[in-house]
């Protein structure tokens, strides 16, 4: 695992941007898991402007987002398809048929979820998964738990979870939904390159036991440490309790 800090947020956000923008360049039919959360904003933003400079060609490549709420709609303002459309899909050269979030929507969530699992695979698996991390150490939405699901599945969502995507849903928590479709570890960590950006002090606890702490399923982020070729890009706040 190659650990990469930078002094503040926008610089390690601006840095994952300008690697995925140098591997399309070598890899222009790049299959990508991406994230979705106030941390990635400013590496969206970032493509968009590489984008608009022609350094970031999105045209060939496929997109598989992480995780959406049970019972949102597409087209709800706090889905993560309507997330995505924000910040990247309406302002980059992608095409929409390329672009993949677990319909919310579909009448049988647990139907959805296979459907989405023979997608990924029909496109040959992930080249590279952006992740995140959740204050309680979840990837996507696998949150932790003695067990963790290897393919896209129905979650249930953890209050700390919940509560943290209360601004999408009209500030209140109730709003959320109790469950989500996520893709899962077993698909995240096939993905040839996991790339975990974090940022924030809030962050920097969890960030110490994913990455200092034992693997464990009840930091699902700690798999990682597993992976061949998982690069973590942190800013200094989050990376301040790491012993190493
Ligand atoms: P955040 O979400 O970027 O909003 O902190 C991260 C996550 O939950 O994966």
Not at 63 to 77: I, K, R, S
Not at 123 to 137: F, K, Q, R, S, Y
Not at 174 to 179: I, L
Request: glycine share 8%; proline share 7%; charged share 20%.
């Amino acid at each position: 695992m190659q650990i990469v800090i930078h002094p503040t947020a926008r610089g390690a956000a601006e840095a994952v941007a300008w690697f995925l923008a140098d591997c399309l360049y070598e890899d222009p039919g790049l299959v990508l898991g991406l994230p979705t959360g106030r941390t990635p904003v400013a590496m969206y933003r970032e493509l968009v402007r590489l984008h608009r400079r022609g350094r970031a060609d999105f045209s060939r490549a496929t997109t598989f987002n992480l995780d959406e709420f049970v019972g949102v709609a597409p087209d709800h303002p706090g889905s993560y398809r309507q997330f995505m459309t924000r910040h990247l899909f309406a302002d980059v050269n992608l095409d929409p048929t390329q672009t993949h979030v677990p319909n919310g929507d579909a009448p049988s969530p647990r139907a959805e979820a296979a459907r989405y699992d023979a997608e990924i695979a029909a496109a040959g698996g992930l080249d590279i998964a952006v992740v995140g991390i959740g204050a309680n150490g979840h990837i996507g939405f696998n949150e932790p738990a003695r067990t963790l699901p290897s393919h896209t599945s129905v979650v249930r969502l953890k209050p700390s979870s919940r509560r943290s995507n209360a601004k999408s849903f009209g500030g209140s928590t109730r709003r959320v939904p109790a469950r989500a479709i996520s893709m899962g570890m077993g698909t995240i960590l096939s993905a040839r390159h996991v790339i975990l950006l974090a940022t924030g002090s809030e962050k920097a606890e969890i960030v110490r036991k994913a990455l200092n702490g034992p693997i464990t399923t009840m930091v699902p982020a700690s798999l990682l440490q597993g992976h061949p070729k998982a690069l973590v890009v942190l800013d200094r706040a989050a990376a301040r309790r790491l012993t190493s």
